[in-house]
């Protein structure tokens, strides 16, 4: 069973930045597909940016250019920098891990909220 701790929202001016941090209790293989979900109130979970099979690079069309995802192997621990923020970036930002045998994990999610 792998667990996903997320870590770095805040409360943060428009224009202002965060890092989010996702720390998995085991290892990440470089297979597995790494991603960070967000969930803004009366909305349904999307897909902000995803490392597809260790390779391919994911961005929703509102984030590319603002937000960068990355991963450090090393450290079990998968990052979202994200610049700019705007208001509509308000939401619960959750870390996802989907195996390359099926299984699916995923964080407890940690709060952004970007004042205008």
């Known amino acids: 069973q792998l667990q996903l701790v997320e870590s770095g929202g805040d409360l943060v001016q428009a224009g202002g930045s965060l890092r989010l941090s996702c720390a998995a209790s085991?290892?990440?293989?470089?297979?597995?597909?790494v991603g960070w979900y967000r969930q803004a109130p009366g909305k349904q979970r999307e897909s902000v940016a995803s490392?597809?099979?260790?390779?391919?690079?994911n961005y929703t069309d509102s984030v590319k250019g603002r937000f960068t995802i990355s991963r450090d192997n090393a450290k079990n621990t998968m990052y979202l920098q994200m610049n700019n923020l705007k208001p509509e970036d308000t939401a619960v930002y959750y870390c996802n891990v989907a195996r390359w045998n099926g299984r699916n994990y995923w964080g407890q999610g940690t709060q952004v909220t970007v004042s205008s």
């Open positions: 490392i597809i099979n260790g390779g391919r690079i």
């Open positions: 085991g290892n990440i293989f470089s297979i597995d597909t």
